[in-house]
């Protein structure tokens, strides 16, 4: 089969490697549509910690063949991928934080992944979807469960006020569910004014371009002492350290942008969180008991009914093929985009 392969830091491939056959307890996807995330954008430019991989990891398709032990019922489902692997065995696993296993693995990162035309899965790992979705509505499973994580970490309720650093893929996510689950005020930042209007279109009622006005004093005007929720998605240290002056005392911050881990905050930023009484919660992947978790099963009702877009929020459609291309002009910063899909069965 074709599969596109991290080689080194800088260097992936599109080429020939063998193609899997399920092991027992295992069954084998044929992929129909794979997204490029933004940690697949990550491990190219800055390295990972093992090579050759096969990346990716949002992604969907249809099962075509089943291990030793799999039901043959399940040949021709439309599934998506569940990327965590956990032991469901260790202390953190049987309260049910997958995420915290102790002994975890994950599909696209330290398993072959789905940048291929075919991915050999646990049982475990398979999250069968309605035959009506889309391929790529089904791909975008996966990142939609992460801003929903989010929310659910920071004890969102209707009728709140919420402030989203970052209107990235995820950031457009979080905007989304705030809207679905009934937020009395989104508002939104980032530099980017493409990324604003898209924003404004999914259900932002406010967007604001720190490089234009003074942000911390139009969201005085907009949320008075702060807002119930913030959620940071853009990595950012200083974006960090200013989420604590716009949420309200005994308000919550959720991150999930990854932070550079050579730069490092001010105590004050400690002194001001204790004073106003600010919970900061971390966010790492999106899931909950039962595995895979209500994000899962909340995203594909969200999917059914309409309430989310996903069309608004992919900018390319490429083959397989050009995934080296894809990378390298990202690695350049020639091209400016939101969600990028990959499609292996087209060449050209």
Known sequence: MKAVVLEDKGVITYKEVPTPEPAAGHVRLKIKA????GSDIKRYISGHRMYPLILGHESAGIIDRVG??????????????????????????????YSACHSYSFIGS????????????????????????SFEHVAMIEPSTVARHMLALG?????????????GSIGLMIVQWLRILGAKLIVVIDISDDNLKIASKLGAHVTLNPSQVDVEKELKKLVGDGADLTLEATGVPQVLEQ???????RGRIVLAGNQPLDKSLPLTFIENMMRREI?????????????????????????????????TIISHRYPLSKAPEVFEKIGAHQLTHQKILLNPEETK
Request: hydrophobic content about 40%.
């Open 68 to 97: 030793e032990g799999v039901s043959k019922d399940y040949i021709g489902k439309h599934a998506a991928v569940i990327p965590l692997m956990p032991c469901f065995e260790c202390e953190q696993c049987q309260r049910g934080y």
């Open 279 to 311: 919970s900061i919660i971390g966010c790492f992947m999106s899931y909950s008991a039962p595995f895979p978790g209500h994000e899962w099963t909340e995203t594909i009702e969200a999917l059914l009914n309409g309430s989310l877009d996903i069309d």
């Open 155 to 167: 004890d969102f309720k209707s009728g709140q006020t919420a402030i989203v650093f970052g209107a």
């Open 110 to 133: 330290r398993e072959a992944g789905c940048f291929a035309e075919y991915v050999d899965l646990p049982e475990r790992n398979i999250f069968i979807v309605p035959e009506n979705l």
């Open 34 to 37: 794979v997204s490029i995330c």
């Open 243 to 249: 989420t604590l002056s716009i949420t309200r005392p």
